[in-house]
């Protein structure tokens, strides 16, 4: 099993950055998928998550009308589009596949939001 982010990177507020999610190894079309980000010195959190055909999206709070998820099948992907970025942002981004109680994660991409 294989979850490997890109698209990270340094972006001044205001900007924008898409993250992408490629996955292989587990049966993508049935896992919902999901972005979560770790900040320095703080916890892990969910911020987005997709049905397994897109049906059905959540965001926290936080960047809700900001960041948008989404899916392919066909290409086994993930992808997070983040507008309007703030300092806040600056993490550890995470793409997590689950089904049930089986969670696959990658090893995240940098994203530094910075003047």
């Known amino acids: 099993v294989h979850l490997v982010e890109s698209g990270g990177g340094m972006v001044q507020p205001g900007g924008s950055l898409r993250l992408s999610c490629a996955t292989s190894?587990?049966?993508?079309?049935?896992?919902?998928m999901r972005w979560h980000r770790q900040a320095p010195g703080k916890e892990r959190e969910l911020l987005a998550g997709i049905g397994t055909f897109g049906s059905g999206t959540y965001y926290v709070d936080s960047v809700k009308g900001r960041f948008t998820i989404s899916r392919d099948n066909a290409q086994r992907a993930a992808y997070l589009q983040m507008n309007a970025l703030k300092a806040e942002d600056t993490a550890v981004y995470y793409c997590n596949a689950r089904q049930g109680g089986v969670d696959y994660w990658g090893k995240g991409t940098l994203v530094t939001v910075s003047a």
């Open positions: 190894g587990f049966a993508f079309n049935g896992y919902a």
